[in-house]
C-alpha cells in the first residue's frame, strides 16, 4: 500500500475507533456504575482500529447502512460482553476492587471512574445490552453517512474561511502581462505626384484615307 494511501486510512480508522470506544466505553460506565479496567479497553479499542482500518479502504459514504449495522451491532454486543467480564472480574457490585484481583487484567486505575460515581448503582442488563445496540446503530450510522457529511462540513467550512480573501483579490486590479513590446510596423508613404508621371502617348489623331 502506497504511504499516501495509509495516513489518511489510518486516520480515518482513529477517528472511528475513537467515536466508537468513547460511545461504548461511557454508555457501558453509565449504565452499569462501575469504571471499566484499562486493560480491557486497550484490548477493545486495538480490536476496534483493526476492524476500522479493514472497512476504511473505501470512499467516505461508500457503505451500506443495513450491512455496516449487521457487522457492527454484534461487534458492540461482543464489546459490552467483554466490558462486563473485565467489570466482573476486577471490581464488586459498588465499583472498588476485589481483593486479590488480577493485575494484568485489572490495572491501577479505571477508566470513567468520575462517569461511574455520578451514575449510581447499576440498572437492568436488558437496558445495557439496548444502549450497546444503540452505539452499534450510531457507529453504522457514522460509517455509512457520516463522514461524508464530515467531509462536506470541512469544505463549506474552508470555502467560507477563505471567502474574504477572495473579496480582497477581486478589489485589487490584476498587473499588466509582461510581454515583449510590439513595435508599430511604419508603411511607405503614398506617392504625392500623379500616378502616371513618366508615361508616354504615342498615339494620335487617325491617318487620312490614301486616294485610289
Request: glycine share 12%; aromatic share 4%; hydrophobic share 50%.
Given at each position: 500500500?502506497?504511504?499516501?494511501?495509509?495516513?489518511?486510512?489510518?486516520?480515518?480508522?482513529?477517528?472511528?475507533?475513537?467515536?466508537c470506544?468513547?460511545?461504548?466505553t461511557?454508555?457501558?460506565?453509565l449504565?452499569?456504575g462501575?469504571?471499566?479496567?484499562?486493560?480491557?479497553?486497550?484490548?477493545?479499542?486495538?480490536?476496534?482500529?483493526?476492524?476500522?482500518?479493514?472497512?476504511?479502504?473505501?470512499?467516505p459514504?461508500?457503505?451500506?447502512?443495513?450491512?455496516?449495522?449487521?457487522?457492527?451491532?454484534?461487534?458492540?454486543?461482543?464489546?459490552?460482553?467483554?466490558?462486563?467480564?473485565?467489570?466482573?472480574?476486577?471490581?464488586?457490585?459498588?465499583?472498588?476492587?476485589?481483593?486479590?484481583?488480577?493485575?494484568?487484567?485489572?490495572?491501577?486505575?479505571?477508566?470513567?471512574?468520575?462517569l461511574?460515581?455520578?451514575?449510581?448503582?447499576?440498572?437492568?442488563?436488558w437496558?445495557?445490552?439496548?444502549?450497546?445496540?444503540?452505539?452499534?446503530?450510531?457507529a453504522a450510522?457514522?460509517?455509512?453517512?457520516?463522514?461524508?457529511?464530515?467531509?462536506?462540513?470541512?469544505?463549506?467550512?474552508?470555502?467560507?474561511?477563505?471567502?474574504?480573501?477572495?473579496?480582497?483579490?477581486?478589489?485589487?486590479?490584476?498587473?499588466?502581462?509582461?510581454?515583449?513590446a510590439?513595435?508599430?510596423?511604419?508603411?511607405?508613404?503614398?506617392?504625392?505626384?500623379p500616378l502616371?508621371?513618366?508615361?508616354?502617348?504615342?498615339?494620335?489623331?487617325?491617318?487620312?484615307?490614301?486616294?485610289?
Open positions: 500500500m502506497d504511504i499516501s494511501a495509509a495516513r489518511p486510512r489510518a486516520l480515518r480508522a482513529a477517528l472511528f475507533t475513537a467515536l470506544l468513547l460511545l461504548s461511557a454508555s457501558h460506565v449504565l452499569s462501575r469504571q471499566l479496567p484499562v486493560p480491557v479497553v486497550g484490548a477493545a479499542g486495538a480490536g476496534v482500529f483493526a476492524l476500522a482500518w479493514a472497512l476504511a479502504g473505501r470512499a459514504g461508500a457503505y451500506r447502512y443495513g450491512p455496516v449495522a449487521a457487522l457492527l451491532v454484534p461487534l458492540e454486543l461482543a464489546l459490552g460482553a467483554a466490558f462486563g467480564a473485565g467489570q466482573d472480574t476486577c471490581y464488586d457490585a459498588d465499583g472498588h476492587p476485589l481483593p486479590g484481583a488480577l493485575g494484568a487484567i485489572c490495572g491501577g486505575s479505571g477508566v470513567g471512574t468520575p461511574a460515581r455520578l451514575a449510581g448503582p447499576g440498572c437492568a442488563p437496558l445495557l445490552l439496548a444502549g450497546h445496540v444503540a452505539v452499534g446503530l450510531l450510522g457514522w460509517l455509512a453517512r457520516g463522514e461524508r457529511a464530515l467531509v462536506r462540513l470541512l469544505l463549506a467550512a474552508a470555502a467560507g474561511a477563505f471567502r474574504p480573501l477572495r473579496a480582497v483579490r477581486a478589489t485589487v486590479p490584476a498587473p499588466a502581462p509582461r510581454g515583449r510590439v513595435l508599430p510596423v511604419r508603411l511607405p508613404a503614398a506617392p504625392s505626384g502616371l508621371l513618366h508615361s508616354v502617348v504615342r498615339r494620335g489623331p487617325p491617318a487620312p484615307p490614301v486616294p485610289a
